[in-house]
């Protein structure tokens, strides 16, 4: 039977992100599983002519999830040969497996014979097989995926992470290297953020405090303690406006916001004239205190002095 070669591999670009940065932290070399699904899709090119026959469509695997494994723990012993027990559906918590990876620092960016031997043996693992979506046909897709992340020879000012990824291909035995395709990023995604629209708006805020006296007064017209008060508090923000109504801010919530923030950046500036002018005031109330608790040292000192108790 003919392996299913692979069009390219997609991944996207916070789990990449994420692999690279357990991989950087990592205080040695790691290795680990690759978690995902294997799809057919059509192509993206549009034609006057019939419908494709599904043999023209892509075959894309995507990796959405990812699993490492200490040195000593690992799925595969010396010689490269694969522990089936330690990739049972429990081990591997029933996630679809699509190939594995491998971490090592100041490497050439090529598989090794391990690793070659390695992939060959994950690939001819029985009961690993996922089946492949949108597929007309029953078809399974072995795990034959190798993903091989390395460091540059040579030290760098930079952190630099280069990865490459492969296929293995049983019938020939060999590699065949994939195309890395990251979701989200580079042109053909921007229309994702150009279509964005929020689903809500600001909601209504209600900053007139005369208002909810009304309701107030409309629920419970016994409560004439509580409005006294209210009234009262509104009168205070009324004075700290500076001639701003706080029901004018309100208006700062919608659409004509913009023809408001003069008016809110004026009382802005109003109210940090008062907070300068009473820091210094109680910078001079401040000094006078000082002044006159050295006067009463002082007087102290001379009536000790005077009695003769010191």
Not at 53 to 62: F, K, M
Not at 137 to 143: D, G, R
Not at 229 to 253: F, N, P, S, W, Y
């Amino acid at each position: 039977m003919d392996d299913l070669v692979l069009h390219k591999l997609a991944i996207s670009g916070p789990a990449l992100s994420s692999m690279i940065q357990r991989l950087s932290s990592s205080p040695a070399d790691v290795d680990g599983l690759l978690f995902g699904h294997v799809t057919y899709i059509a192509p993206s090119t549009l034609s006057d002519e019939s419908a494709q026959s599904s043999s023209d469509s892509q075959l894309v695997a995507t990796i959405s999830g990812f699993l490492c494994f200490p040195s000593l723990l690992s799925f595969y012993d010396s010689l490269g040969r694969v522990d089936s027990s330690r990739l049972s559906p429990t081990h591997l918590n029933h996630k679809p497996l699509i190939g594995w990876f491998s971490s090592r620092r100041k490497t050439p960016l090529r598989p090794s014979m391990r690793e070659f031997s390695v992939t060959g043996s994950l690939s001819s693992t029985p009961n690993l097989s996922l089946p492949i979506q949108n597929a007309d046909f029953n078809s399974l897709f072995a795990p034959s995926i190798f993903l091989l992340f390395t460091t540059p020879l040579h030290d760098q000012c930079i952190q630099t992470n280069q990865y490459r990824a492969f296929q293995f291909r049983s019938s020939k035995p060999s590699f065949n290297p994939l195309s890395i395709d990251i979701v989200n990023i580079g042109p053909a995604f921007r229309g994702h953020y150009g279509s964005f629209s929020p689903n809500s708006t600001l909601p209504f805020l209600n900053c007139d405090l005369r208002n909810l006296t009304a309701m107030n007064e409309d629920r419970n017209e016994e409560n004439v303690t509580g409005t006294k008060e209210t009234e009262k508090d509104q009168a205070l923000l009324d004075t700290c406006a500076e001639g701003m109504q706080v029901g004018r801010l309100g208006l700062l919530i919608g659409p004509g916001a913009t023809n408001y923030t003069a008016g809110l950046e004026d009382l802005y500036e109003k109210m940090l004239s008062k907070i300068e002018s009473l820091a210094r005031l109680v910078e001079t109330s401040s000094a006078k205190v000082l002044e006159q608790e050295n006067l009463n040292r002082k007087l102290r000192y001379k009536v000790a002095r005077s009695t003769g108790v010191e």
